[in-house]
C-alpha cells in the first residue's frame, strides 16, 4: 500500500461495482481486473511505454519544487512518460525533436473549473457576447429554430450588467419569442451559474407556486409586486426550475467530456481540478479511463450527494498513473455577487435590504467539515462574500484542531471578498486560497457597485493572499470565465481586460509577477491537488506534461500581450496528444 505524496491516511483500494453500483449496472464500470487500485507506485512505469525524446532548442521556463524559476533549452524525457533531465549531458539515443526556439512550459492546471457545464455548451445557446435583451432575444431565436427536436430550450452567460438593465430579467422579457419556441419550456443560467431565467413554459412546467410561497432556505425567487414569480431563481431555488428539467444521460455526459477536453488541450491544460461531480458524472470518468479516452487529468471534487453515497468508498489517489484523484469533497457556502448571493457581513451597497444567501448555517458547516475530514477528504468550500469566508474560518479552527496531523491541505474555492482581520486566519489555518484572476477584470465594475471602494481592500486580493505566504492555486472556473489559461495570467499580471482596460490596471497593487503566476497555474495548482510530487514541475522523476507556446509569457516582447500567448503542441506523460500550429 502506498501514501498519496505527503497524505497520512491510507487509500482505499475501491471496487467499482461496490461503489458505482446503486447507478445501475450500465453505469457500473469495471477495469480488467475488477478492481481500480487506489494508489500508483512512483516507480512504476507507464503502462505503454512511449519514445525517449530530447525536446531540443527550446526556451524553457519551470518552477522549481521550492518556487524558484528554473530555465532550460532541452528536456529529455524517458520511456515512462517522465522527465528525465533538463540540459541532459547525455540522451541516451532519444529521438531529438527541433522545438525551433519556442516557449516550452509546464502542462497549465485549472485549479477550479466545470468541465461538464463548458462541454454542454454545444448543447445550449451561448448568450454570454449578448450585451442586450433583443441581441440575447436574436441570439435563441435563432438557436431554437436549428434545433426543433429539443425539449428544452436550455442556456447560459447572460448578465443583467452587461444588458444594461439595472434589474433582473423577467419571464415577460422572453415572450416576444414565445412563438419561436413553438411552446417549449426555457432555462437560462446567468454567467455566474448562481441564477436562471424561466420563460413562461418553463414555470408551467414546473408548477411554480405563486404568491405566499416563501423562499427555499439558501434561495431566493424574484417576485413582482403582487408576490407572483417573475422568471429568476438565484442559488437554492434554481432547483423548483431544474427537478424538471430532463437529466442528462451516461453517452450524453460522455460526448461532454471529450468536448471539454478537447478545447482545454488546445488551451494548454493538461490538468483541471473539477469543481463539483456528481456519480453519473464519476462513473463517466471511469469509463473513459478503461475505454482510453481520457486524457486530461482530473482532480475531482465530489460533490455532496456523491459524498453522502460512496463516503470513504470513492477515495482515491491516483487511478491510471494519476490521470485521475479523487480525495476532495466540495461545499457550497453562498453565492455569488452578480446575482446578489454573495453572503455579505454587511448590506449591498446597491441593494442595501440585502446582505446575501448562506446556503448552510455554522453548525451545519462545521459538521459537514467534519464530517469529510473523518473520512480522510480534503475540504474545498465556495466562499464568495466576507460572511461566508468569516463562516467558514470560524469552522475550520473548531474541526481542525481535532486533526492537528491530517496532512490535508483543505481549501477556499475564491476567496473573494475577505474581511480584513480574516487574511492571517486564513494563513494561520494552513489554508490554500484557490482564486481566479478572471474574475477581477470581468466583476470590476459590478463589484464595485455591489461592495463599494472600502470592502474593495479584500477583494480580489491575490497580493495580500500572496505576501502573507498563503499558497495561491489559480484557476478560472470556466465556463463562467474564459478557459484560456493565458487570459487569466494576462489579468493576473496586468489586472486589465484584453482591451488593456483600465489603464493602468484595476488595483494594481493585487498584481502578480508572471513568474508568480506560472508557479499559481502549475506547481501551486498540483500542490492544492496533492499532486506535486508527480505533476506541476519539469523535474527529473515528475510525468513530462509540456506545452510549446508561441510567444514568452515570462519575458514579453515590446507589443506582446500576454492574453494572445497561443499553444503550438500539448504532452502529456511524454506523448504529443495535439499540434494547433507550427513550430
Not at 340 to 353: E, F, K
Amino acid at each position: 500500500m502506498c501514501l498519496d505524496h505527503d497524505q497520512p491516511v491510507p487509500p482505499t483500494t475501491v471496487s467499482r461495482r461496490r461503489m458505482l453500483g446503486v447507478i445501475g449496472a450500465a453505469a457500473t464500470i469495471t477495469a480488467a481486473n475488477g478492481l481500480i487500485t487506489a494508489c500508483s507506485d512512483p516507480s512504476r512505469p507507464h503502462p505503454d511505454p512511449v519514445e525517449p525524446v530530447l525536446l531540443d532548442d527550446v526556451r524553457g521556463y519551470t518552477c522549481t519544487s521550492n518556487g524558484a524559476l528554473r530555465e532550460f533549452g532541452s528536456l529529455l524525457i524517458g520511456a515512462d512518460g517522465r522527465v528525465a533531465a533538463l540540459d541532459p549531458a547525455s540522451t541516451g539515443g532519444a529521438r531529438r525533436i527541433d522545438g525551433r526556439g519556442r516557449v516550452a512550459l509546464p502542462g497549465m492546471h485549472d485549479a477550479h473549473g466545470h468541465i461538464w457545464s463548458l462541454g454542454a455548451l454545444a448543447t445550449q445557446v451561448d448568450l454570454s457576447g449578448a450585451t442586450s435583451l433583443p441581441a440575447a432575444l436574436a441570439a435563441i431565436t435563432v438557436w431554437a429554430r436549428a434545433h426543433p427536436e429539443m425539449p428544452w430550450i436550455l442556456g447560459w452567460g447572460w448578465d443583467q450588467e452587461a444588458w444594461g438593465m439595472g434589474r433582473m430579467p423577467t419571464a415577460a422579457d422572453l415572450a416576444p419569442i414565445d412563438a419561436a419556441l413553438d411552446g417549449r419550456p426555457m432555462w437560462l443560467k446567468r454567467r455566474d451559474n448562481h441564477a436562471g431565467l424561466a420563460n413562461r413554459a418553463a414555470l408551467l412546467a414546473a408548477g411554480v407556486p405563486g404568491p405566499g410561497h416563501t423562499d427555499p432556505p439558501g434561495g431566493h425567487i424574484e417576485r413582482d409586486t403582487d408576490g407572483r414569480p417573475t422568471g429568476v431563481f438565484v442559488d437554492t431555488a434554481k432547483a423548483l426550475i431544474e427537478q424538471v428539467i430532463p437529466a442528462a444521460t451516461q453517452n450524453e455526459y460522455a460526448h461532454r467530456l471529450q468536448a471539454a477536453q478537447q478545447m482545454l488541450h488546445q488551451a494548454g491544460l493538461t490538468s483541471v481540478s473539477e469543481a463539483s461531480t456528481n456519480p453519473e458524472q464519476l462513473a463517466t470518468l471511469y469509463d473513459a479511463i478503461n475505454r482510453g479516452r481520457l486524457t486530461l487529468r482530473h482532480n475531482v471534487f465530489l460533490n455532496w450527494d456523491a459524498f453522502n453515497r460512496y463516503g470513504a468508498q470513492a477515495r482515491t489517489d491516483s487511478v491510471a498513473n494519476d490521470l485521475m484523484r479523487v480525495r476532495t469533497v466540495k461545499l457550497i457556502l453562498d453565492g455569488a455577487l452578480g446575482s446578489y448571493g454573495a453572503a455579505l457581513l454587511d448590506p449591498y451597497s446597491d441593494q442595501p435590504a440585502t446582505t446575501g444567501l448562506l446556503q448552510l448555517s455554522q453548525d451545519e458547516l462545521t459538521s459537514r467539515i467534519r464530517r469529510i475530514v473523518t473520512a480522510g477528504y480534503q475540504v474545498a468550500v465556495h466562499a464568495i462574500g466576507d460572511h461566508a469566508n468569516r463562516l467558514l474560518l470560524n469552522a475550520f479552527e473548531q474541526v481542525l484542531g481535532s486533526f492537528p496531523r491530517s496532512g490535508l491541505r483543505h481549501r477556499v474555492e475564491h476567496a473573494q471578498v475577505v474581511a480584513l482581520p480574516d487574511f492571517p486566519r486564513i494563513r494561520r489555518l494552513g489554508l490554500i486560497a484557490s482564486m481566479q484572476p478572471s474574475h477581477a477584470v470581468d466583476d470590476r465594475l459590478m463589484a464595485e457597485k455591489r461592495i463599494g471602494e472600502p470592502r474593495l481592500a479584500g477583494a480580489y486580493a491575490w497580493r495580500r493572499i500572496l505576501d502573507q505566504g498563503t499558497i495561491l492555486a489559480a484557476g478560472s472556473d470556466f465556463p463562467v470565465a474564459s478557459y484560456r489559461p493565458f487570459d487569466g495570467w494576462h489579468a493576473a499580471v496586468t489586472r486589465t481586460d484584453r482591451d488593456g482596460q483600465p489603464l493602468g490596471g484595476w488595483h494594481r497593487e493585487q498584481a502578480m509577477t508572471p513568474v508568480e503566476a506560472l508557479r499559481a497555474y502549475t506547481l501551486d495548482a498540483a500542490r492544492a491537488a496533492h499532486q506535486q510530487r508527480s505533476l506541476g514541475t519539469l523535474e527529473a522523476g515528475k510525468f513530462a506534461d509540456v506545452i510549446l507556446t508561441d510567444q514568452d509569457p515570462i519575458r514579453l516582447g515590446a507589443g506582446q500581450q500576454l492574453w494572445r500567448t497561443s499553444v503550438l503542441q500539448t504532452w502529456i506523460a511524454g506523448r504529443r496528444i495535439g499540434e494547433y500550429g507550427q513550430l
